[in-house]
Each structure stands twice: as structure tokens, then as C-alpha cells.
């Protein structure tokens, strides 16, 4: 007999069902008597008790399905620590609603912050394992998150389609891409999609090189140019300054155009009189079903999260090193940011094409 | 021995390339000798004798292929009569290129405006055909244009992805879909992707019957909305306003919001304290490869025009009319616009399922 | 107050459970007391009576998901009337099973054997509405029915995948489309991808014309031809045989290879010694998520449903006709099978371009 | 100045224009002179001085294009040595065209054959690159292939076309994937669509434990069960026997039906009474547009290539080890299949979900 808790927490994505489905499905074919219980949105539902109880057909055929059945909300880490309105301790009552339900074990689908929160848990003496969902792909100790080839899929087929656009009218046009502080979505989905300018929060950007990239394109016969910016893209010239004023300054920016593509544009267009159009695709990047790499990722990270409930392995993150599902400490992990390296391999392979960052 | 002039002209969109490979097989299969005479970028390649001749190889393997390999430009109707800036007089600069190849027919691929210049050559004596292009759906005399149901696929997908992010999260989500002046692309997309309430031109919203939708489906226990907004959505109260004014109003809040949909937002958003997220598919709608629905008719529509050709029968539009390939003199339909008419079977169908229009 | 009963029979087709929505939101936004009977698996579920009371929510979330959540099975027409195994009289059955429920109405989603079915109950004195589904497209007195637009899509897709592989190895392709009887969905579906060699019942095929074909193309430097082969695809000397013998005949070939493109594909190598390659996506053409133009129709057809069962109008088919959906009476249509007229506009369309139907 | 002569051989996949792109566009942006010989149709080619010169406008805009610009053509490695029929010695021919063009480079895409003659090439002294193409994902040396994703999409759609008909119609569904030898392709396929029965050339299965994973699911309440059957799949007590034996058959079974499949779907019939159907994708697993992931990781390699190509590095095969694109000594690979460890954490992963894989 297993008793498990779900939830699933931070900002949706892809395969978020397929993975519970990879981790119930594993657990049910291996003992007698399974017990889950589904918290609904998030720790929402583990601190105030809401959660339904779900039986194996409520994972049946959502394999494909986007979203979360359990629902997901934002619940910040710093705010932890902080009596709720009602002066609730919500750690506490995280605890005592594990405990009253006898859980062997919590699985916590979610992102960095979800994973502090987690890793706290852990701290506090819960059996947790935690699995690594999101488009940003920017959790230390793993190759990579599940959902990430999802939205990169849905970014860079948005691309394609400005594409033909782009070549038709020989126009200038910016796909921005989710990503506020690390740039692997922008950098999959521009070399995916053939984007001849890639921006992201790594590698600031100097307005000047991205023009000269464009006139570059243009001497060579090719009227349209594609940029694909990550919505955390920001100017050298901001980017040198201290943390508070750098803050102030892209705050400022952000009052006065919707987001950064939308200052690029106008940069652009004032220096060189090009009509620039900007698209977003945003939460799109989150939805629709997951693509098959994903699938097979999340059914395997799943399938791996059960196994250990069964070996009674907890504390770790289920990850993919070197394309083997791996369990990782927790501790070791939680908290840290995975960013784009600006000397990694896929940006060398990138400029020796010719694609510019902007720097 | 036929020569033919091709251009396509006006907003770019899916199923430009399929529809001229229709043409020139068309033409190919039954004439001894055929030459094609590619103009590009639109007018501005006729006007400036801009061209490129074309082989069967040109149009081989390009049905699926989206954007124009011809190129296309926004050449408004309005200055055709206006020279140049070297003083050229445009539309003799285009008699005289039709005539300096002796061309048997000049078949011109575009929307409404383009259609009204098609038709000031026809009366200026050149052989023209016209085939109905647009993402819009708003040419008169024909019951589709080819492009349309491709973008309503993009759009419908792009609602399609918000649809699983919204309810995991229990939000309420804008998307805005193209169509300044008509409607038919949010209110097909609308439907199809399952919208609970669509805002188009033609019925000018209220901003309280939208927010007791959104209160409505909350009270039946769905916390999320998805609103379906044309680009063209107009508040009621400025609808009502003498046309001027009503302009005047409308710039001011594009003045301040990128979009209208961002005003929408931010009026629900006041009115109910909710968190809502604006998303704009923008040009991915025009862009891609087009659909098999649009392939077909495009193709059907390239053939019959080239049947017109072979007849030697002028100065039409090659329509789709109760499923049938017509052709429709160009006199008849130059310069009228098809909006949505609020009364029609499809807004019954809609509204009876509980579908809110806002009004 | 209203109660209705809701079954899906015959082959599986997309866009099942968009129409079923489509009546129950339509119902539902309109009376105060609904109440759904869902039969399972088609007229069984009627006759044995075997059933599931159905809410709003069970139809919330199923717009875009394939397959009925009812289940399906094909009962024959002809034995609707021939008692069970237990002497069981079927129609006294579902009579019974129709009135012991109460029901008002009974909306019954099936193709043409379930057509005459309906209309059988209608003569008994049941109301009836009877919804057009079908990937054939060959229902009388509708110009169009959903799954069919989807099954072109997947037909399209499949073909346009071999596209690549034929021009890259100059090869000749068959792949086999769905249509045992009627032509529709390979007509369409080869239009839609730029075949070479189109294959229908309703034209029977003089392999000599098939190869001539395969060598003109070519002569003309074209090294690969894709045909697009319908299941019923017949040739033209045996479809000359008196009705018995060319069944007699076609069994015979059917029991050599496994459908007609295999022996296609051998006769084209006997007479040319070039390697065919044959493909057949089978059930794919039935299944997946029914594409836009689907969900559009069907969620019209179901809300005409919605109109009809509230305004007691009772015996007909919700059908499309010249774009607006309307009643057809089921008497008028039941058992009238829609083939494709040889003579029709998109044939003439197609040959004008040099698509070879082996005639 | 650098001469470089390219060529694609072996059974067509994705993502072979895009590699060859991104080897062009990394060379094209680092020298001032670039010579490209595109070798028509795989070794023909090069044997027969077969060639057409490029320019970096031959390689714009087929990033997403399937299928290859320079055609390929399957030429057994082991006839390499054998004199065509007028006397040619290939490997000569091969040789003397390489040193006719001064080239720089052979730069080689294809699969485990083509592997086999390239090193020879190299033995023979040639300037050798070779790029990993295969949806077989079966070349030693490197953790993946580019074409096997897309692959996998396609495949892993089919599968989810025929889930929804399957769960409707509560029948038993095989799907047969690629792949003669190796099982990757139907492995991550599978796995990907929720197969419930997967069957690999290298566990050979029992069919009896098939038909007890079929009855298995029946009793728990699902009446449907899907297979995915690797072309290769082999019976236990075929397996069991000398290869001479197993070959005969094997062939023996394939005389009798078209695949596999057809055997294994006769023999649960004849067990258990179910209809089963087959569905069998075939080559369009080899066609259409490269998903993103094959586009990044063939771009990436191209791109390698061109730097070991600037570097005057050669005699390599292009890999992805450990995520990084790494060069691998071609004399170290050639000839290598790599085949599905059964024990591998993939295997273990489905079957702790209760995957059956008929062993």
C-alpha cells in the first residue's frame, strides 16, 4: 500500500499530465493499493487541504492533453515564511495536511521557485521528489525540463510563418520569445526556425550591431531580416550599469512600451526608416499538447519518480544527464538558475553561420 | 501561343503560390507555347517593368509552399491616379508594359484594394482576371478567398494553446486575432477553438456584458474566460458616435494602448480586479504553408482562371459561389466590402451555445 | 424541461463530440431542466439499453477531442429488423428503451446505414434528428459532412510526407485513401497534394493510361508520379462485368493482395520494371483532433439541432446547403448514397492541369 | 578558397537539407571563396560525374524542406568493389572525379551503408566528412541521428490518430513503424502514444503473452489495445533458431503477408476472435518538413562540419555525445549498428508502467 500527494506548481506547461499519468501509471502496475491524492493548484492546495482523490482513470488518456488537471497557481517562496491573511502559517499547514493524509511521499511538479519550496519540505522532514517542468529549461541538474522542446516547437513554428511573410514583403520582424531571465528558448526556437538575429538576457545587446546585421543581409541580396528576442533581452549600455539602476532603467523602458521588442523596433526604425513589426506569440508557448519528445521525456521522469517511491528514495529531483534519467539531491540543486553560457557550443555553431546576437 | 502576366499585390497570405501553379498547369497542359511573365512586388513591378519570366519549373513544388515567389507590396488604390515622384503616371507606366509584352491577359492576385485597381485596368482596356486572396474573407461576390481557413487553422491554434493554459490557471485571456474592418477570421476562429466570447467590428461591445460573461461562467464553476477579440472590436459608446469623432476616438486609444484588446484588459481588469493576459498571433495569421482546404480552392480557382484564359473570357473574378467555381464581372464587386453581417445563421448558432458577442 | 438521448454509430469519424457539445450547450443555455441520455456504442446501447445520464460537464473540453465518448459500433441496417440471438425484436427494443426514458427526442451522429436506421425509427413514431457524419462525404441532401475535411488533412498530410521521399529517390508512390464506395476523400485529398494519378470508384481505371501517365511525366524531366489510390478504386474491365461477376472478380483480386494498390503497384512494375512503394494510412484518416473547419460545422449543426429539438421539430437531418445550415426531411435522403459525378467542376478542374484519372 | 563537393545517399529522412545548409552557411561566412559540387542521386554521382554547382542561394530557405536537393540513391557497399556493368571501377571512378574537381572535401550525409563507403573513401585517401542521417537513430558513435525525431512525430501521430478510433470502437489496433533491424524508431514512437504493447527486432516476442497483455487490459476495462510493431519484429521461436533457419522463416512469413504485422494480427484473431486492423504509415515516416529538434541538431552538425572543415580535420564522423557535437574517427564507427539494449532504462521505464513487449 502507497499513498502518494501530487500537485503541480508555477507557471503551466506541456506534458504536466503526462508525467503524473508516467508517475501513477508506474506505481499502480507495482502495488497492491494505491492512494493519490491530487492537491489542487499548487501548494494552494496543500496548505488549505483542497485536493480530490484520483483513481487510475482520471490518468487515461491525458497523455496528450496540455495543462494540468490539478491546476497550478504561483505561490512566491520568499512569501512562504509569511502568515497568510488569517495568520496561517503556511508551511505548517503544509505539514499537517501531509501528515493527517499519512503520505509516503509528495511529488511536486514545478520550476525553480516551486523547487525551493520544495527543497524546504524536504528540510522540514516531508519525503518529497521533485520534477522538472518548464518551457525555460534553466533548472540546474538536468539536461533538460520537460515542456522546453514543447515551446520551443510552438515558437519556432511561429517563426515559420513570419517567415514567409517576412521574405514576401522583404520586411523586418520581431517574434519575441518567452524567457524573462535566460535565453534557451530564444536560442532553440531562432536557430530552429532560421531567425537571422538571436537576443537574449545572456548576451546584451548593442542596438548599432543589430542594424549593421540587418544592412549586412540587405547588401547581400536578402530584403527581410528576422529577429527572434527573448522578452528578458536588454542593451549593453543598461546592462553595465549597477543592479538597481539597471533595474530603474528597464523599468522605465517598460512603462513606455509594452515590452523590449517593442523598444527594438522603434530603435530600429528610427535609425533606419525599415516599417519593423513585432509579434508575440506569448502564452501560446505554454499551451496545446505536448510534442512527442516531451512525452517520452515526461513518461520516463515519471516512470523514474515511482520507482523511486518504491525503492523509499527521497529528497532528490528526477533529471536527465546524459540522456539517462538520474535522481539529483535536492540540496544540491535547489535555488540555482541554469543560463545560457555565452561561449557555449550552440551559440559558436550559430555565429560561424552568421546569425548575430547582437554583441 | 498564350502570354500571360502574373502579380500578386496587398497583405500577404497563404495559398498566393498555389493558386498561380494552378494558373500556369492550367495553361501548360493545353497550350503549345506559354509564357509567363512574373511581375514583382506587386504593381510597383508593373508600373516599373519590374519582371521576371517563368518556366513550369518556377510553379513546381511550390503548392504547399506559403508567401509569394513573386513578392508583394501595398500599392493604394487612391494614388494610382497620382504620378510618381519623378511624375510618371502610374497606371500608363502599367498599360505600357502590358502592351510592350503583348500580354493576352494580366491575372492579378489581391484583396480589395488591389481588386479596385484590377478593375480601373479593365477599364482602361486591359485583359484582366482577378483571384480573391485574403485572410479577411471580406470580398464581395465571392463566398470564400483563398487564405482565409489557413488563417483561421493559426488562429484557431493559438486560442487552442491559451485554451490549456487558461484553465489550468483560472485566467482570463485576450487573444487577438486579424481584422480591422471585418470580422470573419475571429468569429470563425472563435468558434472553432471554443471562445466564450468574440468581439468583432460589426457588433460594437459593451464592456458590462462582457464582464457579466466573465461572472457568469464563474458562478458555473469555470474560473477562466477566453475572449476572442478582431483588431477591429469597437466600444459601443464610440460606435455611436458621427464618424469623425468616432475616429478621433478610437486613435486616442491607440495612442495609448498597442491594441484595443490592451484596453479591454485593462477595463475588465479595473472593473474586476482579475489578472488578464493579452496575446497577439499578429502576422504568423498570413504566413505558413497553406491548408488543404485552401490548396484545393486555390488550385480550383488558378484552373478555372486559366479556362477563362483559354476562352479569351476577360475581365472577371474567378469566384467561389455555392460551391461552385464562377466567374463574376469585376464591375459588379470592385470596392465592395463584405463584413459580417450581426444577424447571420452563424452568430444565432453561436449565441444560442451561450457565446457572448458583447452586445 | 427537456430529455434527450444522444448515440454515435457507425465507423469512427473526427468531430463526433464537437457536434454532441454543440446540441447540449444549445439545449442547455436554453431551457431550465436538460436531461442527457448518452447511449453507448451506437444502436446497441439503444437496444439493450445500456446508457450513461450525461452532464454539461461531460461535454465541457471535448471540442477538439477525436473519437465519441460514447463509443460507436456498426449495426447493419438490414438486420435491424432480424431478432437477436436471444430473439430479442431490436426495434421493439429501442422503442421501448426511447419511451420507458421519456424522451423527447432522439439525436442519432452516424453515416449513411445509420441514416436508414433513424429513418426507420422516425416511421415508427420516434423523434428523430438525425446528425451527418461521415470522412466519406457521401450522405444525399448535404453539401458537406464533418469528419470528412478532417480526413482530407490527414490524407493530404500523409501524401504531402511521401512528396519529399518520391522526388528525392524518383520514385512511384501509391498511397491508398480511405472511400470503399465514393471518391470524395481521394479526389480532395489528392487535389490538396499535388497528385499525379487520381484513383476513384467512380471512374474506372485502364492501367495503360496509369503508365502512360508515369511516362510522360517522365519525358518532361519529371523522375517521380504519386497516385493517390482510393480502396474502391476498380478496374475498367472488370467494371464492365455484370454486377455479380465483377464482384466475383474483385474478391478474387482481394484475396491475392491486400487491397487494390498492391496490385496496382504490380502491374505498373510488370509493364515498366519501375519499384512502386505503397502506403496506406488506414484508420489514421478517422482519428486525431478534428481540424477547425470541422469544429465549426459540427458545433453549427449541433446548435441547428438545439433549435430544432426546442422548437419540436422532429424527422431531419441537420444538413449544409449552399453555406447556411439547414433541415432536410429524412425520408427525402435516407439510404441516397452521394458519389462523385466524373463530369463534376473539380474533376474538369483537375484534368485541365494534367491529374490523369486513369480514364 | 575552399572546394567542397556534397552528397545524400541511403534512404531518404528529414533534415538533410538543413544539415547541408548548415555546413554551406558555415563555410560560406569564414572564407572569401567557396566552391560547392552537389553530387546528384548518393554515389551515382560521384561515380558517374554526375554534379551540379551551388551557390549559397541554392541553400536559402530549406531549412524546413524535406527530402534532399540532390537526390539520393541506395548503392550496396558491397558492390562498391564490383565493376558496374561496362567494366567501371567505382571506387576509381569515385576517386578520379574527387581529384578532377580539386576538391578540398567530401562531406557525406547518410546512414550506416553510406557510413561503410565513405571510410572506404577515406582508406583510399580521400578528405572525408560523414554526417549521421538516419530515422533508424542506429549509427554507433553518436547518441543521435538527425531524422529520427521527426520520425518519431510522425510515427507517434499515426498512433494518436488510431488511439481516438481504438478507444471508440474498443478494438485492437497495430501500427507498424520503421525499422528492419533496430527498434528506436518503434520504441520512442510507442512510448510516445501510449502504446500498450511494443514490439522490437530485439526482444523477440510470444505471442501468447501478447494476447495475455491484450486480455490483461479487457478485464481491467479497457477494451481497446494498441501495438506498435517494428517491421522487424520476430517470433521467439524464429529467433531461437540458426540464423540460416530464422532467415528462411522469416521469409516464409513474408511470402505468405505483406508484413509482420499481418501474421501477428491473424494470430490473436485466431486466438481470441478480435478484429484487429493494421496500419502501416511506411515512407511517409521518411517524408515532410524536419520538427525543430532536427532542425537544431543538424543545423548544429553542419555546422561543426564546416569548422572541422576550415580546420582541415577530416576523416571524421560529425556526433552528438553528451549533448555537445563532438568529431568521431570514422575508422572507429564504420560498420557499427547500434541496436535497443533490452535492458536499457528505456525498456525498464515502459515496463514498469505495464507495457508489454510481448516477451
Avoid at 114 to 129: D, F, P, S, V
Wanted: glycine share 10%; aromatic share 6%; charged share 25%.
Amino acid at each position: 500500500m502507497v499513498r502518494i500527494g501530487l500537485l503541480t506548481s508555477g507557471g503551466d506547461c506541456q506534458a504536466l499530465n503526462a508525467t503524473m499519468r508516467g508517475v501513477v501509471k508506474g506505481l499502480a502496475n507495482n502495488v497492491d493499493q494505491l492512494e493519490v491524492y491530487g492537491f489542487m493548484n499548487g501548494y494552494k492546495g496543500l496548505i488549505y487541504g483542497d485536493y480530490r482523490m484520483l483513481t487510475s482513470q482520471d490518468f487515461s488518456g491525458i497523455l496528450t492533453r496540455g495543462g494540468t488537471i490539478l491546476g497550478t497557481s504561483r505561490q512566491p517562496f520568499k512569501l512562504m515564511r509569511t502568515p497568510d491573511e488569517n495568520g496561517l502559517d503556511k508551511v505548517d499547514a503544509m505539514k499537517q495536511n501531509y501528515y493527517k493524509l499519512r503520505l509516503d511521499c509528495l511529488v511536486i511538479l514545478g520550476g525553480n521557485g516551486t523547487q525551493k519550496t520544495a527543497n524546504l519540505l524536504r528540510e522540514e522532514g516531508l519525503n518529497i521528489i521533485h520534477l522538472p517542468k518548464t518551457i525555460d529549461n534553466d533548472i540546474s541538474g538536468t539536461d533538460m525540463t520537460f515542456g522546453f522542446y514543447s515551446a520551443v516547437n510552438i515558437a519556432a513554428e511561429a517563426i515559420d510563418c513570419i517567415h514567409t511573410t517576412a521574405s514576401s514583403h522583404n520586411r523586418v520582424f520581431i517574434v519575441e520569445v518567452m524567457g524573462h531571465k535566460v535565453g534557451w528558448l530564444t536560442l532553440y526556437a531562432g536557430i530552429a526556425s532560421g531567425a537571422d538575429v538571436i537576443l537574449i538576457p545572456e548576451i546584451p545587446y548593442d542596438i548599432d550591431k543589430i542594424i549593421s546585421a540587418i544592412n549586412k543581409r540587405k547588401e547581400r541580396g536578402s530584403g527581410f531580416t528576422i529577429l527572434a528576442v527573448a522578452e528578458g533581452a536588454i542593451p549593453k549600455k543598461i546592462a553595465a550599469l549597477p543592479k538597481k539602476e539597471m533595474k530603474k532603467e528597464m523599468a522605465k523602458i517598460l512603462e513606455k512600451y509594452p515590452s523590449i521588442s517593442y523598444k527594438i523596433a522603434e530603435d530600429i526604425q528610427k535609425e533606419t526608416g525599415l516599417e519593423i513589426r513585432v509579434t508575440v506569440p506569448g502564452h501560446t508557448q505554454r499551451g496545446g499538447s505536448p510534442c512527442p519528445y516531451d512525452r517520452i521525456l515526461s513518461t520516463r521522469i515519471g516512470s523514474e519518480a515511482a520507482k523511486l517511491i518504491l525503492e523509499k528514495n527521497f529528497g532528490y529531483m528526477v533529471a536527465l544527464v546524459n540522456g539517462k534519467i538520474k535522481k539529483v539531491p535536492l540540496e544540491d540543486v535547489a535555488g540555482k538558475l541554469k543560463g545560457v553560457d555565452p561561449e557555449c557550443q550552440e551559440i559558436a555553431d550559430a555565429k560561424r553561420m552568421g546569425i548575430s546576437f547582437g554583441d
